[in-house]
Nanobody, 118 residues
Framework: QVQIVESGGGLVEAGGSLMLSCAASGDTSAINVMGWYRQAPGKQRELVADISRSGWIKYADSVKGRFTISRGGAQNTVNLQMNSLGPEETAVYYC????????????WGQGTQVIVSL
């Protein structure tokens, strides 16, 4: 089992920045990908960014050039630096981890609220 703890959400003005952090604990030996999804009110959950153990990174087109994902802490933490935030990015942000195929589980955090005000 893997436990996930997220931090860093909150209220920010449009154009501002926030950094989200996520730490995985427990049996982390099989973790490959760590990343973030978000879900805005009335919308589907969407991928924001993720990063594999080997360093491959994916970003949603809408955040490229503004968000930066990074991993640390013996590969068990992931940070998402978010700059130039817009009101449309108000959402609950969820950290997730995906294990390598031989284990195959996906774990989700509880979510952290980000509110971007005008």
């Amino acid at each position: 089992q893997v436990q996930i703890v997220e931090s860093g959400g909150g209220l920010v003005e449009a154009g501002g920045s926030l950094m989200l952090s996520c730490a995985a604990s427990g049996d982390t030996s099989a973790i490959n990908v760590m990343g973030w999804y978000r879900q805005a009110p009335g919308k589907q959950r969407e991928l924001v960014a993720d990063i594999s153990r080997s360093g491959w990174i994916k970003y949603a087109d809408s955040v490229k050039g503004r968000f930066t994902i990074s991993r640390g802490g013996a590969q068990n933490t992931v940070n998402l630096q978010m700059n130039s935030l817009g009101p449309e990015e108000t959402a609950v942000y969820y950290c997730y981890v995906q294990e390598f195929d031989y284990r195959g589980h996906t774990y989700w955090g509880q979510g952290t609220q980000v509110i971007v005000s005008l």
